[in-house]
Structure formats: C-alpha cells, structure tokens
C-alpha cells in the first residue's frame, strides 16, 4: 500500500531552468509534507515542508505547492544548479510520528 | 553541534550471523527513528523509540529485529540471523521533543551486505 507516491523516477532539467517534481499522496490524514534530499552514501537532508493548512511554502529557490483536493504536492527549484542533482524524496507524517516516504525522483541538472 | 552517528558505515556479515547497528542522536534529541531503504525503494519505516521506551514497532519485520535505546548509551538495531534480504541500508533520524514541524534529522547511514 503506497501511501506516498513518486511516478516519475527521473529527471533532466537544463542548469539555469525550473525543476518541478511531483508527489502523489492517498491518506488525508498526513500533517506535514517534507521534502528530502540524498546524495549517494550519504543519509537524506531535510529541504523544505508544508503544513497540510497551507497551499504554499517559500525558502529561497525552493517552493513547495500542495494541492489537498487533488492529494497533490510538488518542489520547484529555480533556477536549477549543479549541486542540485540528487535523489529527491517526498514524505508525509501524521500523528503517528513516522514518515511515510516516496519511491524518489532522481534529477540530473545538465551544465 | 554534531549530527545523527550511526557506526558502522559499512558491515558485512554471513548469513545466521547477527548484526549489530548502533545510532547517535543529536545532542538535546530524545526521539530516535530507524528507516530501512533496500535497493531502488524509498525509506521504509521500522521503529520508533524514546528513551528506554518502544512506543511504535509497526515497522519491524516480527522475527530476528529487535531495537533498544538505553538510557545510557547509543541506540542498537539488532538483527539476528541476518539473512540476504536483509542487505539494504539502515538510517537512524533523531527529533526533538515539542511541538511545531515534526523535523526528522538522519545520519549517514549504515550498509548492511550478508553474504
């Protein structure tokens, strides 16, 4: 049972151009929506969350969107660079205090 | 201010050995996390622990896993005669107690490979 979902598993965005990835969820229960990122070897680091209340969250070229009617979420990156390339994973929690993760979106950022 | 410790980064074990991951938290952090992520997948949740308390273990596979956190001394992740569906690599995150963004900090992992 995917409660969290990340279709795409990968993405190529020309250095200087928005990244979009996207996130599905199913449980309308979650709070919160994180955003980590991971590189490899290394353990995720936490970019940016939403509170299930808001519809947006800003901080600097990172804007996470959410769309509850749709069960919807999604991380812009503008402008994109280099050091942005990694694994990207969505996450959701609730009152049980655990995350529930996406399957990741893999985005390579093309010099 | 150190981050999440988690040791040993990498492990290697035989199977029916046991295999013994050990977890940090940051400094002022009494809730500890333990995610598994097995290859190409995402993090998958195993078990949540305050000090010396297990208060969600929906996570964790009924036989072989067991997790502590002492009130002295790091978290332990134990798995007992590991077999090789147990290779993937283990996160431990930590949180402060209170209110606000229910923030996860995770270390850097450790590598379980049975053979």
């Known amino acids: 049972d995917q409660q969290v979902k990340q279709n795409s598993p990968s993405l190529s965005v020309q250095e200087g151009r928005i990244s979009i990835l996207n996130c599905d969820y199913t449980n309308s229960m979650f709070d919160y929506f994180l955003w980590y990122k991971k590189y490899p070897a290394e353990g995720p680091t936490f970019l940016i969350s939403i509170s299930s209340i808001k519809d947006k969250n800003e901080d600097g070229r990172f804007t996470v969107f959410l769309n509850k009617s749709a069960k919807h979420l999604s991380l812009h990156i503008v402008p994109s660079q280099p050091g942005d390339s990694a694994v990207y994973f969505c996450a959701a929690i609730g009152s049980s205090e655990k995350l529930t993760f996406g399957t990741g979106t893999r985005l390579t950022i093309i010099p | 201010n150190a981050g999440v410790m988690q040791n040993p980064r990498h492990l290697v074990r035989r199977r029916g050995q046991e295999a013994r991951l050990r977890c940090s938290p940051m400094?002022?952090?009494?809730?500890v996390y333990w995610y598994r992520q097995l290859p190409e997948e995402g993090l998958k949740f195993m078990v949540y622990l305050q000090k010396e308390n297990i208060i969600d273990e929906s996570g964790m596979p009924k036989e072989r896993f067991s997790a502590e956190f002492p009130k002295e001394g790091p978290s332990i992740l134990r798995i007992q005669q590991v077999v090789r569906g147990d290779s993937a690599a283990y996160f431990c995150a930590s949180s402060p107690r209170g209110g606000g963004i229910p923030l996860q900090y995770f270390g850097p992992g450790t590598r379980l490979t049975v053979l």
């Open positions: 400094k002022g952090h009494s809730h």
